[in-house]
């Protein structure tokens, strides 16, 4: 499992509606480009209306390191990539991710994906198709235009990651073959456990998401954020930026489902 107001967008990503080779202009509007990518699934105004907040759905690879992704989530990961670009071009200059508070290039477990993410030496722009940390590839794309910070609140994201462990290591156990049947189930049990306390946690998480994101922005002076968050962590994030009168835009993936 890997601060003053003016917008927020929020983007959630799937399919794109738009030929790849299609320019992005800093001549369309948001909402027009929103559903040029893909799909906007939400629109709020704010009553601090020069702040907005652009908020993408996430999804992305479980497993860490240099690998292959599926077709769904290359196409998923270009429209993010496309979709920032854009956004650079109209000043949206903060980027909140899923990660503990603070700039992404302190952060000791992102150090690693920006290590992995050079060793390939790969042009950044290609690397849709790969399970590399995407906000990391980021933050390398447009080192002068876009902060990258981590948003999460630090105990809540480290008990997960563990948690998440858990549940990975007892599902591997429950498909062992070797195993009696007594104990693939009570690894089967382990894993339901794992996902229960994590579910316990979904509300929580994407609300000190949002939170950590605003004050992210009033502290750096900065009325456009951009926040990508995992879908499940969405519709709480949205309920602590209508409680702050932040206005956003949702936009999803059209491939986002399939």
């Not at 699934?41 to 479980?62: L, N, P, Q, Y």
């Not at 508070?101 to 992102?110: K, R």
């Not at 790969?130 to 080192?143: C, E, I, K, N, S």
């Not at 994590?198 to 998401?209: F, I, P, Q, T, Y």
């Amino acid at each position: 499992m890997l601060r003053s107001l003016t917008s927020l967008i929020f983007i959630v990503s799937s399919m794109a509606c738009v030929s790849p080779l299609e320019p992005l202009t800093q001549d369309r509007g948001i909402p027009e480009t929103l559903k040029m990518l893909g799909i906007q699934r939400d629109h709020e105004e704010g009553s601090e209306t020069a702040a907005h907040v652009v908020v993408i759905k996430d999804r992305h690879s479980a497993r860490p390191g240099f690998h292959r992704v599926r077709p769904q989530l290359r196409n998923i990961q270009r429209d993010h990539r496309r979709l920032i670009a854009y956004l650079v071009t109209r000043s949206y200059g903060i980027l909140g991710c899923e990660q503990p508070v603070g700039l992404l290039f302190e952060n000791e477990s992102a150090a690693k994906e920006f290590r992995i993410i050079k060793r390939h030496m790969r042009p950044l722009a290609e690397l849709d198709e790969y399970g590399v940390f995407q906000p990391a590839r980021f933050a390398m794309m447009w080192p002068e235009s876009l902060a990258v910070h981590g948003v999460e609140d630090e105990e809540l994201y480290e008990l997960d990651r563990n948690t998440w462990e858990t549940y990975v290591k007892a599902m591997a156990l429950a498909r062992r073959k070797n195993r009696s049947m007594s104990q693939r189930n009570e690894s089967l049990k382990t894993a339901a456990r794992a996902l229960g306390l994590m579910d316990k946690n979904v509300h929580a998480r994407g609300e000190a998401a949002a939170r950590n994101l605003v004050a992210l922005m009033q502290e750096m002076g900065s009325p456009r954020g951009i926040l990508l968050l995992g879908g499940a962590h969405i519709p709480a994030a949205l309920t602590e930026l209508r409680r702050h009168s932040i206005a956003f835009d949702v936009f999803e993936s059209t491939h986002y489902k399939n």
